[in-house]
């Protein structure tokens, strides 16, 4: 089969380690081939569906043949493959220990079957000798097997067992180092360990703790409830708190905590103390507690987001349009399109807050945009050849606008359509218009489309950085209106708009009064539930129809 390069490095790996633990090769490039060999029926192994961890057996056993069966050779075998093997198979990470046990158990009968016909012509001081070394290996091999190589600490299969024999109400507390890859970097291989070891001897109490991963510790502790935990993880973080002395630097470490309180004994601890640990992260917070809930909604966006691109191309997403009213006449001149995903059966219409964020972690953002912009493109110069000459405005997602080929791909679409650029308005939100991204906007303007600042109002709303913008328009946010004490700052924001050129959009207008107070202000247009909600194209068109025929 084919083999990555790094299967090369670690058959490399594997030899030097046999040969520091006594092993002498006779000729190193066939015990080197023979080690590829087997490294390649053990990833083989582990990867094979179904899974069937008794092939450990054989290979096992092939070491025996190969004479590289000393304790310390199996001992530093069994650490090295635990080690990196899981960089090999994706999944399940419990095989590496479950094949490794059927390994070591393989290489201990066989050594055995070996001895049953040497012990025939042993003698009696050999044999007790014989016992000796087996017992000794069996030690080791258990201890490689459930033991972290560079704290000393319970590994991971450890921990799983050790659960697996409490009883009464326990938690666990998942420890990350934070910032634990950087840190990494900078210190190098041996300081690295020198610093877990440290970590490992700062977190060492009356409480089960292991090593679990890279930078993860984690400790099992009898607990009333999840305060308990969080207490806990206050008193580690304390502990660390102090500077490490590590190669005449002081080290200040800090940890985030996932925690999860107390359960019925299942598989799933440490798989739910990592997602806790992502939420804190996710949160900037030090620490998070396991909930069902977030897990299942967690989930639930998984899932949405892995089924996103097939969506994408099965023609499951579509604009919905919302109008833009004019608030001196009431005309509608133009209208905005918003995302949605329409799965198939009678699942509900899924909304932009379900999915856009998604589709930005994802990436999947840039393709479903110029579907988004193409499609209403398409729409509106359907609608402009129907008599109906609106603006079309739509939203661009920050990362769309870091793509350097947009102006160009916007350029594109409106040739293909046949949407004069005019037409098109582009909506951005502030911070983007802060981080760069100018000469993009520059190139837009350029081509004729209108920019529009959206949600003006929270949080960025910057009007001195307007001025350097080519923005056309503004858009107030709903909750901006909607804040009755803000009257006199939104008179001011639309009179300085005004000032600059700038034309302003109200938005989520939901009520007469906001209505009419938008127009007093002397607001351009108004947008928002009160009007119209978002709809699809047909209903658009036939509201079009039906506002021209009065
Ligand atoms: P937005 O750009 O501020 O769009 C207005 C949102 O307010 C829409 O929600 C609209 O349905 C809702 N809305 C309109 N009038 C009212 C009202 O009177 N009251 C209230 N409470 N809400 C009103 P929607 O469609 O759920 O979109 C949410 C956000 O998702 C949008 O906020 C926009 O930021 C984003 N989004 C929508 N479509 C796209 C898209 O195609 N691309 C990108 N990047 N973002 C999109
Ligand atoms: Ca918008
Ligand atoms: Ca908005």
Redesign the pocket.
Known sequence: MGQSPDLAALVGEWLRGITRSGFVPGVRARARAALQELLEEIVAALRAEPFDPAAGRRIGAELVDLRMSSPPVIGMTVRLLAERLPSFVDGDPARVPALLETLVIGFVTAQRDAAVSAAEQMNRSEKIHWRRVQTDLQQRLQDALLHDPATGLPNEQHLRRHLATRTGRVGLCLLGIDRYAELADALGADNVTKLLTAVAHRLAGDHFLARVGGDQFALIADVTGADDMIKLADQCRRALQAPLPLDGHALRIDVTAGIVDARAVDDHWLRDARLALAWARHDRRDHAVFETGRADTDRRRHRLAADMPAALDAGEFLAYYQPLYRLTDRAIIGV?ALARWQRPGDRPVLGPPDFITLAEHTGLIRPLGRFLLDQACRQGAQWRQAGHDLLISV?LSPLQLGEPTLAADVADILHRTGLPAGNLQL?ITGSVALNGGNETLQKLTDLGVRLAV??FGTGWSNLATLSRLPVATV?L??EFIADAASTEVLRHTIGLCHALGVTVTG??IETGDQERLLRALDCDHGQGFHFGRPASADVITERLRVDRDW
């Open positions: 905005e939203n909506e959206d949600d858009k946010a709903a938005e989520g």
